[in-house]
């Protein structure tokens, strides 16, 4: 459809870093709740196996990894380089991180 952005998860490709979001107790409600972690393997879907829909993701806080639907992952996280990291989102509605927002590391330490 012309006008509208892709999702997300169409962008992840292995050795990508990912915000995932937390486990919905309700149907499309909004949870704050997430967790980042690195893709590990991506696997196509069923209808179209060149389209990535299932991600294996290694959850950095636990160090388990984690089999995440692709309507789960909300953030790519890619480095620009050894002093910047780039965080894009296709969630306008997310407060947590804006659409766009580049972090120069070497002020942060």
Not at 34 to 63: H, I, K, L, Y
Not at 70 to 90: F, K, M
Request: charged share 20%.
């Amino acid at each position: 459809m012309a006008g509208t952005t892709p999702p997300t998860f169409l962008s992840v490709k292995a050795g990508d870093w990912v915000i995932v979001e937390g486990e919905k107790q309700v149907a499309q409600q909004f949870n704050e709740s997430w967790w980042m972690g690195q893709d590990v393997f991506c696997e196509g879907g069923a209808r179209d196996p060149r389209v990535n829909t299932m991600f294996q993701v290694s959850n950095v806080d636990v160090g388990c990894i984690m089999l995440v639907n692709g309507d789960e992952v909300t953030h790519v996280v890619r480095s620009l380089g050894a002093s910047q990291v780039i965080v894009s989102s296709c969630n306008k509605q997310d407060p947590r991180i804006g659409e766009l927002m580049v972090y120069n590391q070497s002020e942060n330490l």
